[in-house]
């Protein structure tokens, strides 16, 4: 794995010396590189933790601590450094004025902050905290590059504040929609807003019950708030299938700004709730039912719309093949059916079992799913495309590979929470004692395998696309 991981590495170590004289959409590229860069490293280490859960093969990985770490890096590269690495490529290509300067040092200061993430992997003593949103090895290299990676961002996202002074006047993309360039604006200034809670978080809560206990409550109001730039992440990206589509925007600008501000505005007061301190049952509580409450009705009203644009439009163009050729149409079909599938598990979760990773991973693959397809149509929009009918035909049913191995993955893990089994456990930790813990985890590791295949089926299709550029040019 170490060789893999070196070899991958050669990707952000030549974005090191990006210049700032670039060509207006290669500010969005080199973001993507990065996200992706980022997502092939959490799937290597997603393979260790399916297997130490897998029933007949746990056993052969006897150190819960070295999957424990797995985790850690694998849940930090796929749900901060690629979610908000793909954000900022998708604002970059949505926005028509950059600051060259902020793009270039929040860039830099990414990529550093990740190499200092993956330092302490192999260090022994840096021991893995599973806090809930944002996991940590409690090592110094490790919370420093978790640090300045968060830096990074808030230099990146600061263009969504100072774009109208940006000395860069860009043309854009083909697939650029206002409704969209709206909402990932909106999702760049809710990431800047949870970076800042998770600092002050940092600074205010008092280490009296242990680390695990303050990197809990840490992370936890800044993680949640990380949450409704996700969903605005998705919707983004649902806005662009919308009008790829239909040709035409999906939701009104009038009902579009209502909704991001019914969403949006709640995110960027929470910090309040940190008023009477981090212990307090304000901070606990207040997050969690502000999520709870805001993200799902805008969410189900965007579904709604854009379903109900797809509709009309496939009826007055009377279209009687299946919409399920359409990479567009299987991007949004899987993101919404997994959206929707963690609403429902996430109004089932009692006390703490698997079902609330199910819920979780149900609802941020529907984020995932929605962002890999995006990933598509922008490689084609730079020039990068896989030309052979056969490539083209798996590019267009791989969100629906990667859709079925998620759902199959969140109904094992919601049926085995459902039967007891308890959370964060792996190999021996698990003591698997029934038929129905089995069956429960079996699917999940069926379901992990086939996500897992639609993830590399990702990973071939953006490298064909890759190889493709580099023989024309």
């Known amino acids: 794995m170490f060789l893999l991981l070196r070899k991958a590495a050669k990707l952000p170590l030549e974005l090191l010396a990006i210049p700032l004289e670039m060509a207006q959409r290669d500010y969005s590229r080199q973001w993507l590189k990065v996200g992706l860069f980022s997502l092939l490293l959490s799937g290597l280490f997603s393979l260790i933790i399916v297997l130490a859960r897998t029933p007949g093969i746990a056993g052969l990985i006897n150190d819960p601590i070295f999957a424990r770490k797995s985790l850690v890096l694998h849940v930090d590269f796929a749900l901060v450094v690629w979610f908000y690495a793909f954000l900022a490529a998708l604002y970059f290509s949505l926005t028509r004025r950059i600051n060259i300067y902020l793009f270039s ?48 961002f808030v230099l990146t996202f600061l263009n969504s504040v100072a774009q109208n002074s940006g000395p860069i006047e860009r043309v854009m993309p083909s697939y650029y929609s206002e409704r969209a360039s709206e909402t990932v604006r909106a999702a760049g200034m809710i990431v800047m807003i949870a970076t800042g809670t998770i600092v002050t978080s940092a600074i205010i809560t008092p280490e009296v019950s242990g680390r695990i206990f303050f990197y809990e409550l840490t992370m936890w109001g800044g993680g949640h708030i990380l949450q409704f730039a996700n969903v605005l992440g998705m919707i983004t990206v ?227 696309s890759y190889k493709n550029r580099q023989q024309t040019d």
């Open 105 to 152: 040092a929040g860039l830099k200061l990414a990529l550093f902050g990740v190499f200092l993430m993956m330092v302490p992997v192999f260090i022994p003593g840096a021991e893995p905290i599973l806090a809930n949103y944002i996991p940590v090895l409690d090592h110094p290299l490790f919370l420093a590059g978790l640090m300045i990676l968060g830096a990074g």
């Open 238 to 464: 649902w806005l662009i299938l919308a009008k790829k589509i239909t040709g035409e925007e999906a939701v009104s600008a009038s009902i579009n700004r209502g909704l991001i501000w019914i969403l949006a505005l709640p995110a960027a007061l929470s910090p309040l709730l940190m008023i009477q301190g981090t212990t307090s049952q304000l901070y606990y509580a207040g997050f969690t039912q502000l999520m709870r409450w805001f993200i799902f009705p805008v969410v189900t009203v965007y579904l709604i719309l854009v379903i109900r644009a797809i509709w009309k439009n496939k009826r007055s163009e009377n279209r009687s093949g299946s919409l399920f050729t359409s990479l567009c149409f299987n991007g949004f079909f899987v993101s919404a059916l997994l959206t929707v599938t963690g609403f429902i598990l996430g109004a089932m979760i009692r006390g703490s079992s698997t079902l609330i990773p199910a819920h979780y991973h149900a609802s941020l693959g529907g984020v995932t799913v929605a962002y890999m397809t995006m990933v598509f149509i922008m490689m084609r929009e730079y020039g990068y495309s896989v030309k052979k009918p056969k490539n083209i035909r798996w590019m267009n049913m791989q969100p629906l590979l990667f859709g079925l191995g998620q759902t199959i993955f969140v109904v094992g893990f919601a049926y085995a929470g459902l039967m007891g089994m308890g959370r964060k456990m792996f190999g021996q930790d698990q003591n698997i004692h029934t038929i129905e813990a089995v069956i429960g985890l079996g699917l999940m590791s069926i379901g992990g395998i086939l996500a897992m295949a639609g993830g590399i089926l990702f990973i071939y299709i953006v490298i064909k």
